[in-house]
């Protein structure tokens, strides 16, 4: 059974940093690109970031280019986001994402981990 | 980027009903496009890809059409387990991206 269980979310300052984590399991973790998608309160789904297999491929969605940076450790079947210069609209339900084909449809997802951006 | 826009936001719609969603993205994304299915408190659920295939193991009362810019999520017959908020992404171009979503509801 595929899991992906997030953490590392909470309260921050606008500024600051922060590294979610997305534990992996139940299938073979190089084998397919991740992804992290957010959803503000009341909002919807924003694609935020993904990654190739074997994580040298990444792209990134114009707003977060330059402040977060996705990765993995195949050593840990982890996929990670690092954030930094964090800002008010960042604040959402993080969720870790594995793609079903290549970069395309996602088809298991994590329940989410909440960040808040506030001073 | 490409913008998705999906139509209408909120769908009221009584069991047995059907109900039809609609996603336009504003240039061609070809056939990939892909919907899900969203619960407060659960896990999205891939429904269907490449515009018109189901994912494993969702009903058949669940059935998507469309390429290019117009696309559309049917449900046949909902059930008190359909209703939720339902989106649309298109994964023909970076940055992906997705629709703002449509809430089906009990009427």
């Known amino acids: 059974e595929v899991q992906l269980l997030e953490s590392g979310g909470g309260l921050v300052q606008p500024g600051g940093s922060l590294r979610l984590s997305c534990a992996a399991s139940?299938?073979?973790?190089?084998?397919?690109?991740m992804s992290w998608v957010r959803q503000a309160p009341g909002k919807g789904l924003e694609w935020v970031s993904a990654i190739g297999g074997s994580g040298v491929s990444t792209y990134y969605t114009d707003s977060v280019k330059g402040r977060f940076t996705i990765s993995r450790d195949i050593s840990k079947n982890t996929l990670y986001l690092q954030m930094s210069g964090l800002r008010a609209e960042d604040t959402a339900v993080y969720h870790c994402a594995k793609y079903r084909y290549g970069y395309n449809e996602i088809d298991y997802w994590g329940q989410g981990t909440l960040v808040t951006v506030s001073s | 980027e490409i913008v998705m826009t999906q139509s209408p936001a909120t769908l009221s719609v009584s069991p047995g009903e059907r109900a039809t969603l609609s996603c336009r993205a504003s240039q061609s994304v070809s056939s990939n496009l892909a919907w899900y299915q969203l619960k407060p408190g659960q896990a999205a659920r891939l429904l269907i890809y490449g515009a018109s295939t189901r994912a494993t193991g969702i009903p058949a009362r669940f059935s998507g059409s469309g390429s290019g810019t117009e696309f559309t999520l049917t449900i046949s017959s909902l059930q008190s387990e359909d209703f939720a908020v339902y989106y649309c992404q298109q994964y023909n171009n970076w940055p992906r991206t997705f629709g703002q979503g449509t809430k089906v509801e009990i009427k």
């Open positions: 139940g299938f073979t973790f190089t084998s397919y690109a």
